[in-house]
């Protein structure tokens, strides 16, 4: 009986063994077949043998849940719906890309590296500018632990729900030694065939169309369900790296898109080390002759010093490296015919004529309205009504008329003439002489199109952060006289909300939430959400921790303003009439009764500045702070943190594996300071 019991318990122990066996093996060989589709565009089963594994793994699993790992491709599929995005902190700042419009930006890049590296040849490595979305992949011990996008370089949001729902992105380094921590970075983006079908789905389900592949990529990733995402054909290729910590950093950039190809990370394959300019030159010209039959698209090329220690001692110009450079293609133009110019309000006021176009297809979108600035930009071009125009389209930008063809032009052709009165409101609309725009002068209590546009701004991503009150919503908030200033935003209610074309009781739950949820805000996103003219997000920023609160600020005089860094006249006298309206007054104050709070800080010029005009440079790891405490200690002194070292540098704070700073800082004399002498320093001067 015992023997019996015995060579039962063996069978199961076999059995389960067996599963697990079973289990592995099938999530590797799905894990293959995702690279071999995903990233070496080479598929290697037909797609019904790859959904019999999935299948088998899917009921396997649903048998033996304890089978289950995060890393399992079935858990790709996509979790519960997230209320929100969460803001993540990118431990080294993602940088973007100073532009090359032409062969000669080109040459000028590749003049100042060889200068400033003192070498006649440079050896590059060039690749592909993705129209895409960049991205953070935070791999701890081999597993995708985090994913955020760029954000404002600093601070990005965290996708990483939507993230694992992409395949072309492991869920695990293919490594049995990875490194603790590993931040890759690069471009999710989607392929244009994956786009057309998409498209065509998205039509036969009767929902919205994207316009391009890269709004696509990036509507995709921003979507609160996983479950869509994982419905959409996204793909990764890597191009950089941010934290890394348990392994050697490889020696040149090539070397790091080989080491992420071993890793079993997607690396486009259109890349190519070269030397010196010409070398650039020849990729750039290659690449542009088969851009088109790319199945993705790019807006230039990227090159990239290959040598890394020779990319640090390039070091960085505020938010660029000065080791890398985009050269982009020329932008794309295309023939179409003015059917009329109409004029629009804006936030401020500011009248804008537009064009309105015979639909036209220009790099990858329909364009059937372009800005033509003002009224002075009108006749400098001789735009008019019935002319054939050439119009153009870079990257993102607004298309922009660049001139009409003289030979083309009908005899009825019209000219524009700017209207005396504002075609929402019927004020005046002036123009001061100092200024080449005409503004409507009704201000946002007499003009609705100025109401729209400044609900817009306060909604919009970067101010308030209202998720889900769109145009749409708020032009029919301002049309049925519900809301008219932010303040009104506050004091609305589910019935009415859920009453309004396109919205329902739980859309209109979900907008009353994120109202409710923006009302925790900072001081430097409220200043930009009022919209005060000249007050952009910098300014805003620069104005909270001058001010350190609200109320320093409207007390502020016009030379008080002046005093703040940045601040000229125009922008001191714009906030100090902004500030001193009763209207804006009250609105704040409502504002601030039905609860948008903040934190307030000392004011700057309160706080003892005793490292004010000092600048520091930090290479290595330090023992216990972090690259971002260490900046924030430094600057919080009124100290300055530079990428890189020069004459200029007072300071370099040098931890474990120091690199070339540390040895330019030695060569021209600069006070080295390990952790410790930083922190002697920050104390002593308190
Ligand atoms: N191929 C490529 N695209 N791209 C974009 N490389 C690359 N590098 C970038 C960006 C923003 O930034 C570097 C500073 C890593």
Same mark, same amino acid.
């Given at each position: ?587 704040? %104050?409502? /504002?601030?009764? =039905? ?9 700057? +010029? #309160?706080?003892?500045?005793? !490292? $004010? ?46 690199? %070339?700073? /540390?040895?330019? =800082? ?9 952790? +410790? #002498?930083?922190?002697?320093? !920050? $104390?002593?001067?308190?």
């Amino acid at each position: 009986m015992q023997q019996d019991l015995f060579a039962a318990n063996a069978s199961e122990q076999a059995e389960r063994t067996d599963w697990r066996e079973r289990a592995a093996w099938l999530s590797s060989e799905i894990n293959r077949h995702n690279y071999a589709y995903y990233v070496l565009d080479a598929p290697t089963i037909p797609d019904v043998e790859y959904d019999r594994l999935f299948g088998e793994l899917l009921v396997l699993e649903k048998a033996h849940p304890e089978l289950v790992t995060p890393e399992s491709p079935t858990q790709r599929v996509g979790g519960a719906p997230l209320a929100e995005f969460t803001q993540v902190m990118h431990s080294v700042p993602m940088l973007s890309l100073a532009n090359a419009f032409g062969d000669e930006d080109a040459v000028s890049f590749d003049r100042r590296v060889c200068e400033g590296l003192m070498l006649e040849r440079v050896e590059y490595n060039a690749e592909l500018k993705f129209d895409g979305l960049a991205i953070n992949l935070r791999y701890q011990d081999g597993i995708l632990t985090q994913a955020a996008t760029r954000g404002d370089g600093e601070t990005g949001e965290d996708v990483t729900a939507n993230i694992r729902t992409v395949r072309a992105i492991p869920l695990r380094l293919n490594t049995l030694l990875p490194p603790k921590v590993l931040d890759v970075r690069g471009e999710v983006l989607m392929y244009r065939a994956d786009f057309d079908r998409m498209n065509a789905r998205q039509r036969e389900a009767g929902q919205k169309e994207f316009a391009n592949p890269r709004n696509a990529a990036a509507g995709s990733l921003r979507q609160l369900a996983p479950r869509i995402t994982a419905q959409r054909p996204l793909r990764f290729f890597a191009y950089g790296i941010g934290a890394l910590d348990g392994a050697d950093m490889p020696q040149t950039h090539s070397g790091l898109l080989d080491w992420y190809v071993s890793l079993g990370i997607s690396v486009c394959n259109e890349r190519a080390v070269v030397s010196g300019v010409d070398g650039l030159l020849e990729f750039f010209r290659q690449i542009g002759a088969k851009r088109d039959s790319l199945p993705y698209d790019i807006d230039g090329v990227v090159y990239k010093v290959n040598n890394l220690t020779q990319q640090q001692m390039l070091g960085f110009v505020t938010r660029a490296p000065r080791f890398a450079i985009a050269h982009k293609f020329p932008a794309q133009e295309a023939l179409t015919v003015v059917l009329d110019i109409e004029v629009q309000v804006g936030r401020t006021g500011a009248i804008t004529p537009v064009a309105r176009l015979a639909p036209v297809f220009v790099s990858g979108v329909t364009v059937t309205n372009a800005t033509l600035h003002n009224e002075d930009e009108i006749r400098r071009k001789d735009i008019r009504i019935g002319d054939t125009v050439i119009v153009r389209r870079a990257g993102d930008v607004i298309p922009e008329v660049v001139a009409h063809v003289p030979e083309m032009r009908p005899q009825d052709a019209r000219e524009f003439a700017m209207p005396s009165v504002c075609p929402v409101c019927g004020s005046p609309i002036i123009k001061q002489e100092d200024e080449a725009i005409a503004r409507c002068s009704g201000g946002w209590v007499r003009c609705a199109a100025q109401r729209k546009a400044g609900l817009q701004h306060f909604a919009s991503r970067k101010a308030m952060d209202i998720e889900g009150l769109g145009d749409q919503l708020i032009e029919q908030l301002v049309d049925k006289n519900m809301v008219a200033t932010a303040a009104d935003l506050y004091r609305l209610e589910q019935p009415a909300l859920a009453g309004l074309d396109r919205m329902a009781d739980k859309s209109a739950q979900n907008v009353l939430n994120a109202l409710e949820q923006s009302k925790s805000t900072t001081l430097a996103r409220f200043l930009y959400s009022l919209g005060i003219r000249h007050v952009g997000e910098s300014t805003a920023k620069t104005l909270a921790s001058h001010f350190g609160g609200l109320d320093a600020l409207a007390r502020a005089t016009v030379e008080e303003l002046q005093a703040v860094p940045d601040v000229g006249p125009v922008v001191a006298q714009s906030i100090r009439q902004y500030l001193s309206d009763p209207l804006n007054l009250s609105m704040i %104050s409502q /504002l601030r009764s =039905a609860g948008v709070v903040w934190a307030e800080g000392e004011p700057a +010029a #309160a706080k003892p500045q005793p !490292l $004010q005009g000092k600048t520091f440079v930090l290479t290595g790891t330090l023992p216990a702070l972090t690259r971002e405490q260490a900046t924030e200690m430094i600057e919080a002194a009124g100290g300055k943190v530079a990428g890189s070292v020069s004459k200029k540098t007072h300071f370099v704070v040098s931890g474990h594996e120091a690199g %070339s700073k /540390l040895a330019k =800082a030695q060569a021209l004399g600069i006070t080295i300071l390990d952790e +410790a #002498a930083l922190l002697e320093l !920050l $104390q002593k001067s308190q």
